[in-house]
């Protein structure tokens, strides 16, 4: 049953205003078609009952008179009537059928044997003349049979008819042009934001930047959340295609000065003949700008997935264990510098992305160890649907004109804490707050820096 519900292939390839053109046109079709048949049923129905009362009335008068075998009456106007034998001969008739044979032999035969005869002479379309109503019936009289013929013209009935005809053609035909052109205005009228949609991602498509949609702000239709949803479509588009150059640019910019080392190091090495120890010496110096850009390869990856997938996954997880999961790695650090590292964490459950908040715990941990001084302090609360967490340490801080920028990538306070590194791990801890819906932020206390971060859960 869907497979013959379904329209043709011819259909779907026309355009969109043609088919909402035609499927109005065909559904109003099948309306009008619907409601002239009932109309005309209706209007036929009347006539016909009317015609059968004015025959029936003229039937029982001819019969009255055959058996009372008095004249026959006169019927109403351009009414006939014929008085049969058995074997259909006949014995009285008006004058304008006198010699036409209204009956059948096998009516004759059936009106002799009781049964009514009734039949139309003529047809509606196309028009023929002298249209009759015939009824006959078997009437008994003075030991005889005699089949009574009455018949009235239909006439005026089929001109009634005809009119009707022709009225409801031309209502419809009208009807259905001008539904079909309201239906098309309005198809066009509808579409025509679309058309401007289209036009404005072709301009998009050939390299226009910064394009929105012109959206209209004081309805709410379909077309309308369309627009809303490209606009939103094309600020993520130009988002991502702004954190792909910033990606390809920080790229560059930071392995060139590590690529750069790495070639005068080789360039040493393959300029004279060198000793054991001077090669191993070169390999170790190569080794470590290796490592460089294996960890700025994968800070940038890491900043970029983030970014580009712009949601997390939030699971349930123990706060002590994400927080013990983020500290593990670098107590053998802390030890070996004879720095304390303390953990306070509440002993409830949390529902977070671990995935990315415990590299962002750990990043923040080992910027304390290896800029800061003193006991390297991490906390972790909840409180008011808000989940805290805190790292500071006992060092000199940031400097106040690095502050502001603390956050940016690749962004250095030389002289303090980010002489070494890349200057990815406060952007990337900054990337993971605003994946979870919270902030961070850093800041001078007095007794050594802070940077906290406040994260819905």
């Known amino acids: 049953m869907s497979t013959l519900a379904r329209p043709p292939a011819w259909f779907g390839r026309l355009p969109v205003v043609t088919r909402l053109v035609l499927a109005v046109a065909v559904t109003m079709s099948l309306v009008l078609t619907g409601t002239a048949g009932l109309v005309y049923w209706r209007v036929q129905a009347a006539l016909d009952r ?42 009285k008739s008006s004058h304008a059928v006198r010699h036409r044979a209204l009956l059948t032999a096998a009516e004759v035969r059936s009106a002799a044997r009781g ?31 005699r089949i009574v013929v009455a018949a009235v013209q239909r006439g005026h009935r089929d001109e009634a008819l005809r009119e009707l005809l022709a009225q409801l053609a031309i209502a419809s035909g009208l009807t259905l042009v001008a539904a079909s052109y309201v239906g098309y205005r309005t198809a066009r009228a509808a579409l025509r934001p679309v058309e401007r949609y289209r036009s404005g991602a072709a301009t998009l498509a050939d390299g226009t930047h910064h394009l929105r949609l012109d959206v209209p702000t004081d309805r709410d239709d379909e077309i309308t959340r369309l627009g809303h949803t490209l606009n939103r ?29 790495l070639r005068a190091e080789v360039d040493v090495a393959l300029h004279r003949p060198r000793s054991a120890g001077e090669l191993t010496e070169t390999l170790r110096s190569v080794d ?16 970029e997935e983030l970014g580009g997938t712009g949601h997390i ?12 999961t983020a500290v593990a790695p670098h107590v053998r650090t802390a030890e070996r510098a004879g720095r304390a590292l303390a953990v306070d964490a509440a ?30 302090r991490l906390t972790a609360a909840v409180r008011e649907g808000r989940l805290r967490l805190d790292v500071t340490d006992e060092g000199p801080g940031f400097p106040p004109e690095f502050l502001p920028r603390a956050f940016d990538r690749f962004a250095r306070a030389e002289a303090s804490r980010t002489g070494e590194g890349s200057g990815l791990g406060l952007a990337f801890v900054q990337a993971v707050a605003t994946a979870h819906g919270g902030t961070v932020r850093a800041e001078n206390t007095g007794r050594g820096t802070e940077v906290a971060l406040d994260l819905p859960y």
Request: overall charge positive; hydrophobic content about 40%.
């Open 50 to 91: 009317q015609l059968h009362d004015d025959l029936t009335a003229y039937q029982h008068g001819l019969d009255r008179a055959v058996r009372a075998g008095t004249a026959l009456p006169p019927g109403p106007s351009g009414s006939h009537y014929q008085v049969l034998d058995t074997r259909g001969r006949v014995l």
């Open 115 to 145: 049964h009514a005869v009734r039949r139309d002479i003529g047809s509606l379309l196309p028009i023929t003349p002298d249209t009759l109503r015939l009824q006959a019936r078997r009437v008994r009289t003075g030991g005889r049979t």
């Open 233 to 261: 479509m094309l600020d993520r588009l130009e988002a991502s295609a702004a954190r792909e150059r910033r990606f390809v640019a920080d790229a560059s910019h930071e392995l060139r000065t590590p690529l750069s080392l």
């Open 288 to 303: 470590a700008e290796v490592q460089r850009l294996i960890d700025l390869s994968n800070a940038l990856l890491d900043l």
């Open 313 to 324: 996954t939030r699971a349930p997880v123990r706060l002590a264990d994400l927080v013990g």
């Open 347 to 376: 002993d409830t459950a949390v529902a977070v992305d671990a995935r990315w908040l415990v590299p962002a715990l750990g990043n923040l941990v080992d910027n304390a160890l290896r800029h800061g001084r003193g006991t390297v």
